[in-house]
T-cell receptor, first 113, second 115 residues
Framework: AQSVTQLDSQVPVFEEAPVELRCNYS??????LFWYVQYPNQGLQLLLKYLSGSTLVKGINGFEAEFNKSQTSFHLRKPSVHISDTAEYFCAVSDSGDDKIIFGKGTRLHILP | NAGVTQTPKFQVLKTGQSMTLQCAQD?????MSWYRQDPGMGLRLIHYSVGAGITDQGEVPNGYNVSRSTTEDFPLRLLSAAPSQTSVYFC??????????????FGSGTQLSVL
């Protein structure tokens, strides 16, 4: 069964500094990868997704992620964070041919002033 | 469009009681799913449906039942609530069940406490 590992439960970062949130998935022939964000007391919304093609995916709010098949990783990056990026970020994966979307445990991003 | 609507927003149950969490979407989405969110556990898939009349189990289906009689509605039933079912429940839907998955649209959640 597919699984997702988010290596950091919390990441503190100073405002305007870069950030990387790490995500690894269990190996599969073909996968689809997603990052979702959950702002306080809200549901989740899609940041970006990788389906095929270019391994660098750009999403909303200045976020991007890079698919690395050899390392089975899909890390999320932003070059300069803002206080409004304070949220919990979830990596998710779906195997090709499978209707289940499996989420990681989430990473809380704390922006320090 | 209302999107994905979940009711109620909050619910307190006693152990052994039954209840149904409602989920409705007005986007004509084929795919609907239920997740529970617990601290430190992320979101775990309970059940999902790829269309009316079709449901399947997710990662943590025990203690929950679902049915999908219409495209719009996907209720989640707890037949005999247990304290371990205290959680925040999210319903999510997407347009297509054909791979690749389209993005999921999430409801605002139901916070359930079982005493």
């Amino acid at each position: 069964a597919q699984s997702v590992t988010q290596l950091d439960s919390q990441v503190p970062v100073f405002e305007e500094a870069p950030v990387e949130l790490r995500c690894n998935y269990s190996s599969s022939v073909s996968v689809y990868l997603f990052w979702y964000v959950q702002y306080p007391n809200q549901g989740l919304q899609l940041l970006l997704k990788y389906l095929s093609g270019s391994t660098l995916v750009k999403g909303i709010n200045g976020f991007e992620a890079e698919f690395n098949k050899s390392q089975t990783s899909f890390h999320l990056r932003k070059p300069s964070v803002h206080i409004s990026d304070t949220a919990e970020y979830f990596c998710a994966v779906s195997d090709s041919g499978d209707d289940k979307i499996i989420f990681g445990k989430g990473t809380r991003l704390h922006i320090l002033p | 469009n209302a999107g994905v609507t979940q009711t109620p927003k909050f619910q307190v149950l006693k152990t052994g009681q039954s209840m149904t969490l409602q989920c409705a979407q007005d986007m004509n989405h084929e795919y609907m799913s239920w997740y529970r969110q617990d601290p430190g556990m992320g979101l775990r898939l309970i059940h999902y449906s790829v269309g009316a009349g079709i449901t399947d189990q997710g990662e943590v289906p025990n203690g929950y039942n679902v049915s999908r009689s219409t495209t719009e509605d996907f209720p989640l039933r707890l037949l005999s609530a247990a304290p371990s079912q205290t959680s925040v429940y999210f319903c999510a839907s997407s347009y297509s069940t054909i791979q690749p998955n389209e993005k999921l649209f999430f409801g605002s959640g139901t916070q359930l406490s079982v005493l």
